[in-house]
């Protein structure tokens, strides 16, 4: 999913390029198939490059720093 590695990109200020591959930490096409034909209220969390991610069932991406 795209949008995940270009938010953390941004956030982290780092090139997407630079980042650890998506599908190493989740199934990204699965991630993309529950967010675009799940329901609004669907949340996946799941930590990448240093920051937890949640992505809803509408497709918004968030992200704040991992809790120890």
Known sequence: ???VVEA???RLDTPPNELPPL???I?????????TS???????SFPYAGLEVTVTGGEEVTLSALSD
């Not at 799940?38 to 996946?44: A, W």
């Open 1 to 3: 999913m795209i949008r």
């Open 8 to 10: 953390v990109s941004s």
């Open 23 to 25: 599908n190493e930490t």
């Open 27 to 35: 199934d990204a096409v699965g991630l993309d198939r529950l967010c």
């Open 38 to 44: 799940g329901p609004n209220s669907l949340e996946v």
